[in-house]
């Protein structure tokens, strides 16, 4: 089974910064739209940002303007740029490909944690 290779998580103070990354095989990162998603304690899975195989950006109202979805073509990497970050932005953050239903891919999660 296919798995998507994330990293870049870890615990920064509110205000502060931080980039995930997601290695995306070549025939997904081709085809699929590729996004992130992010799951607070005791809260659903929810979409953060998405970006399709045409470069059309989506992102989740709370963090607009605050987040940046891109994707490196030649690398197979998509990134999520997290500035001005807020606590309530702490969960575990998972790459996805293909959207929340089949046939779809998911990364194994990272923590992101901002906290003073």
């Known amino acids: 089974q296919v798995q998507l290779a994330e990293s870049g998580g870890g615990l920064v103070q509110p205000g502060g910064s931080l980039r995930l990354s997601c290695v995306v095989p070549?025939?997904?990162?081709?085809?699929?739209?590729t996004g992130w998603y992010r799951q607070a304690p005791g809260k659903q899975r929810e979409l953060v940002a998405s970006i399709s195989w045409s470069g059309r950006t989506n992102y989740a109202e709370s963090v607009k303007g605050r987040f940046t979805i891109s994707g490196d073509n030649a690398k197979k990497t998509v990134y999520l740029q997290m500035n001005s970050l807020k606590p309530e932005d702490t969960a575990v953050y998972y790459c996805?490909?293909?959207?929340?239903?089949?046939?779809?891919?998911w990364g194994q999660g990272t923590q992101v944690t901002v906290s003073s």
């Open positions: 070549g025939t997904i990162f081709s085809f699929y739209t």
């Open positions: 996805n490909a293909g959207g929340a239903s089949p046939p779809n891919y």
